[in-house]
């Protein structure tokens, strides 16, 4: 079993930064995929961004392309997500998501997750 647990999350104004963490606790995720997804009220859970362990690909959503970073700390078992330049619409939980596999990116939400964390809340005001 893998326990992913968010933190980061807070209020900040339009244009300003978030760093957001997700520290793995159990078995450890050496061998698997990490994402990041988002849901905003009303709005379905959607991709952020994603890292595969082996190689360390990352992939964006277009919406976040330029703005933010994912990367991954293998001796803290832990991932990040930096978030630059954050928008009112950037507004949402952000989860982490953990795969079954190590190199088949997490780009949706039909993605090979094994496990999610229980979300972090990002508000950005305008």
């Known amino acids: 079993q893998v326990q992913l647990v968010e933190s980061g999350g807070g209020l900040v104004q339009a244009g300003g930064s978030l760093r957001l963490s997700c520290a793995a606790s159990?078995?450890?995720?050496?061998?698997?995929?990490m994402g990041w997804f988002r849901q905003a009220p009303g709005k379905e859970r959607e991709f952020v961004a994603t890292?595969?362990?082996?190689?360390?690909?990352?992939y964006y959503a277009d919406s976040v392309k330029g703005r933010f970073t994912i990367s991954r700390d293998s001796a803290k078992n832990t991932v990040y997500l930096q978030m630059n330049s954050l928008k009112p619409e950037d507004t949402a939980v952000y989860y982490c998501?953990?795969?079954?596999?190590?190199?088949?990116?997490?780009?949706?939400?039909?993605?090979?997750?094994?496990?999610w964390g229980q979300g972090t809340q990002v508000t950005v005001s305008s």
């Open positions: 998501a953990a795969g079954r596999s190590s190199e088949r990116p997490l780009v949706s939400t039909n993605s090979d997750i094994a496990y």
């Open positions: 159990g078995r450890t995720f050496s061998n698997r995929a």
């Open positions: 890292i595969t362990w082996g190689t360390g690909r990352t």
